[in-house]
């Protein structure tokens, strides 16, 4: 297939890789100059704008990072943009269920939502998993693209159910990892070394298999990573707006707040990880 990626973040910056990988034809866009240098190296081609215009792909994936940025490429001044009509459009971002209810209107059944689950790393690898929903066509069509990964989690037509599901899994993972980061502490403030605590974390059956990527990242001094605390409080913030107004959620508040000061103290380029510093 011949696959234009707009937006070459951590995440678009992999799945475009991965696609040329395994062999799709890739064009590629991103709003700060010279993101996209390495896959023009490898054979992609750079367009000058999201406009696909002659280059006529078959499929457009969207990895944006939030609502704004997601809706002033895809539905600028509200409408679709003519050139992305006749393509199959999918939005890997992490976004609201109105944003996806949104494009699904704008692009009609050739819109599907296709949040990834899993890291960059796991992207490019091929071990990541997309959640897609949207209508059967583009979920149909966009075959040999999820052929290349883990295989997708398909929720069906409806593609706001595949941003909520997205945002579920965050929910588990931030809140989760703000614990384990707890525990971390009390068991230094107990006496233990950080070898043991370490051991622990590998090998407790209460360790979530999911967070085991994030033990390293807990010990190290500058919390490499690639998911920040300022993209975790968005997240957090788009699940606490998927219950109705007045309902208490003090955990997954508390998590938010948490990621929050995190990023205010000067650790929002480093990895959630650095959670652990507060």
Not at 23 to 43: I, K
Not at 198 to 211: A, F, W, Y
Request: charged content about 20%; overall charge negative; hydrophobic content about 45%.
């Amino acid at each position: 297939m011949h696959i234009a990626v707009i937006g070459l973040g951590n995440m678009g910056s992999a799945l475009a890789h991965r696609l040329l990988d395994t062999g799709h034809t890739v064009s590629v866009w991103n709003r700060t100059p010279g993101r996209a240098v390495p896959l023009v190296e490898r054979g992609a081609r750079e367009l000058p704008s999201p406009e696909t215009g002659q280059a006529s792909p078959d499929a457009i994936f969207i990895c944006l990072t939030d609502d704004r940025s997601v809706l002033d490429v895809a539905a600028p001044d509200g409408a679709a943009r003519e050139s992305w009509t006749r393509a199959l459009v999918a939005s890997t971002a992490t976004v609201s269920p109105e944003t996806v209810s949104t494009l699904r209107d704008l692009y009609g059944e050739r819109f599907v939502a296709a949040t990834i689950s899993g890291a960059p790393q796991a992207v490019r690898s091929g071990e990541a998993t997309f959640i897609i929903g949207g209508g059967a066509a583009a979920r149909t069509g966009l075959g040999p693209v999820w052929d290349e990964f883990a295989g997708p989690l398909d929720v069906g037509d409806d593609p706001r159910r595949a941003a909520v599901v997205k945002l579920l899994h965050n929910n588990l993972l931030l809140t989760q990892l703000a614990v384990v980061a707890e525990t971390v502490r009390v068991g230094r403030l107990a006496g233990v070394d950080d070898e043991t605590l370490t051991t622990i974390l590998q090998e407790s059956p209460m360790m979530p298999g999911g967070l085991r990527n994030r033990i390293a990242g807990l010990f190290d001094p500058a919390h490499a990573g690639w998911f920040s605390s300022p993209l975790a409080t968005k997240d957090l913030d788009l699940v606490l707006g998927l219950a109705p107004e007045g309902t208490r959620l003090p955990v997954t508040q508390a998590a938010r707040d948490a990621y929050l000061q995190v990023g205010r103290e000067g650790w929002g380029s480093a990895d959630i990880t650095a959670v652990i510093e507060l």
